[in-house]
């Protein structure tokens, strides 16, 4: 794609406990208006690098031990999570992390906390968040808990996104849904990149749904890119399904 670069990651590792290797020499890059697939196996790394870009590894006593990471030309590598959001780039954990005892409404009234909009932004903001997500304004009032899996991954992108982001980090979007529900979010994130530009890095064991979506991808496994290209070039590989079971995989 021809737009400026908004991430890229410079040959990164990750340590957690000064001992645990998670993440080896790993190098990619983002340009805005992109959305780029992140994907391996479990335990291939994916989570511990959309965390290192976010500085949200240090909340899981990890550290970048050695290497760069850029956001729109800024060397981020060290910057404290809040800026990063306030900046634009924000991530959505997985395994969605809503508050049970507050409303919806209210768990994605959090996510605009960083930008300290006014009550008339707060409300147009809002209204944004639930043209994409209808079925969040039927449930708004309801307490975040008792709501389905797939309604609380939606609250958790939607609290992403009323911060405003310019690059969101995608955390496993796909686990422990139902597949009409997995379609129905990735469909949200493909309006989201085509409407308004937002780039999106998302991690995915869902290998096939991910390449329908994005555009390009890279592959991980054991915490180093063996693999990328054009999401066209991964869905041709016949050796992708490997990636399943977390088998080693050796692509061009």
Do not use: W
Not at 77 to 94: D, R, Y
Not at 180 to 198: K, P, T, Y
């Amino acid at each position: 794609m021809s737009h400026p670069e908004i991430l890229r990651l410079e040959q990164i590792e990750v340590l957690y406990d000064q001992v645990i290797l998670a993440v080896r020499d790993v190098s990619l890059h983002l340009a805005q208006g992109e959305i780029v697939a992140l994907l391996g196996a479990n335990g291939a790394g994916k989570s511990s690098t959309l965390k290192a870009i976010s500085s949200l590894v240090r909340a899981q006593r990890g550290e970048i031990a050695r290497g760069r990471i850029f956001y729109q030309g800024q060397d981020i590598t060290h910057a404290p999570a809040h800026t990063l959001v306030q900046g634009g780039l924000v991530q959505v954990l997985e395994g969605r992390h809503c508050f049970a005892h507050l409303s919806v409404e209210e768990n994605l009234l959090l996510g605009a906390f960083a930008r300290k909009p006014s009550r008339a932004q707060l409300r147009q903001s809002l209204e944004r968040i639930y043209q994409y997500f209808p079925r969040l304004k039927e449930r708004r009032k309801s307490l975040t808990g008792y709501t389905s899996g797939g309604e609380q991954q939606m609250v958790a992108i939607g609290r992403a996104l009323i911060a405003d982001p310019r690059l969101v980090l995608l955390d496993e979007p796909s686990m422990g849904l139902a597949p009409q529900i997995v379609e129905e979010i990735f469909d949200i994130v493909a309006r989201l990149n085509q409407q308004e530009g937002v780039a999106f890095l998302v991690a995915e064991q869902n290998i096939h749904l991910t390449l329908e979506y994005a555009h390009r991808g890279y592959i991980l496994e054991s915490g180093r890119v063996v693999g990328h290209g054009t999401a066209q070039e991964l869905k041709q590989r016949e050796d992708i399904d490997a990636l399943y079971l977390g088998q080693a995989v050796h692509l061009g």
